[in-house]
């Protein structure tokens, strides 16, 4: 149903974010390209799913339903073959996720040709099935799709400062990305990049002796608040103990810090996550904890039930 995974609201804020920008910064974003985002996207997503599907059938020597039984309660074991149905609907229709990405693409990169697009979209929703370490993807696929377009085509490219400095935006973002992360438990890292991040350019600020004013020009930023809220709490390619994402948020603050500020690229937020993301296994390795699962999270509490 409607709004029972979080993904919904999700989908719904990044939806109106996209129509508020259209609408309220004179955006030259043009409706087909959203379209071509949003299409490739899914299609890839449907594509590469059924094909992984249908080259992982279960094999001829598979346990028998009664030898499975053996030892458990049926209770028991009536629950583990639910959440085996639930794992396998949601590998065989998982277009939230796709949609979520192109959504994501919409609101951060610019191209002139439909193409450009598409290879963002296309490379985006591929990374999620080729780089990956067990079941679990390390880049996330709206800033892997952002940085391949930014290299493979010659007219893509993102204005970090085209949410201009408005505070509502803010407080638009923070509240309902504030929301989703309560909801998924990933507060910690938006709190832990953004701590890093302003207090690396509050120090910058006093030794250059520049005024306040400048400090929060370069904070208010809507792309720096979207990519904090949206895209480095990603819970499925970050890292899964605490302590973990807390480290990681805080090198992906430190790198965006040096980018920008030593090597004056205005897009470092994104490179900064597209270089440190392939540690995430590391992280996982150095810190194990289990891994999120949507649909798990949608259902923990509701399994003891048995039904």
Not at 157 to 178: C, H, I, K, N, R
Not at 224 to 237: E, H, K, Q
Request: charged fraction near 15%; hydrophobic fraction near 50%.
């Amino acid at each position: 149903m409607l709004f029972q995974d979080i993904r919904d609201f999700q989908i719904l804020f990044l939806s109106i974010f996209l129509i508020l920008g259209i609408s309220t910064r004179d955006w030259t974003l043009r409706p087909e390209l959203i379209g071509v985002a949003i299409a490739t996207c899914i299609f890839t997503q449907w594509f590469l799913s059924s094909v992984i599907r249908t080259s992982h059938k279960p094999s001829q020597e598979s346990p028998s339903p009664k030898r499975v039984c053996e030892g458990k309660s049926v209770r028991e074991n009536r629950y583990n073959h639910s959440v085996k149905i639930l794992n396998d609907k949601q590998q065989k229709i998982n277009l939230r996720g796709a949609l979520i990405t192109s959504l994501g693409l919409s609101l951060l990169l610019r191209a002139d040709q439909w193409t450009t697009m598409a290879v963002a979209a296309f490379s985006a929703i591929t990374s999620k099935f080729v780089f990956k370490v067990g079941d679990k993807h390390f880049f996330n696929p709206a800033n892997f799709g952002i940085i391949s377009a930014i290299v493979l085509t010659p007219d893509a490219w993102v204005s970090p400062g085209q949410w201009g400095e408005d505070w509502w935006y803010g407080l638009l973002f923070a509240g309902t990305g504030g929301m989703i992360l309560q909801k998924v438990g990933r507060w910690d890292t938006t709190a832990a990049f953004l701590s890093v991040y302003s207090t690396s350019e509050a120090i910058r600020n006093l030794w250059l002796g520049l005024t306040w004013d400048v400090y929060w020009h370069r904070l208010m930023s809507g792309s720096l608040l979207l990519f904090a809220l949206f895209m480095v709490t990603d819970p499925r390619s970050i890292p899964n103990a605490r302590i973990g994402r807390l480290v990681w948020a805080a090198c992906i603050a430190i790198l965006t810090f040096i980018l920008r500020n030593n090597f004056f690229i205005p897009t470092a937020v994104f490179w900064a996550l597209f270089a440190l993301a392939p540690l995430t296994p590391l992280v996982d390795l150095l810190w194990a904890a289990p891994h999120f699962s949507w649909e798990g999270h949608k259902e923990q509490g509701a399994g003891c039930r048995g039904k």
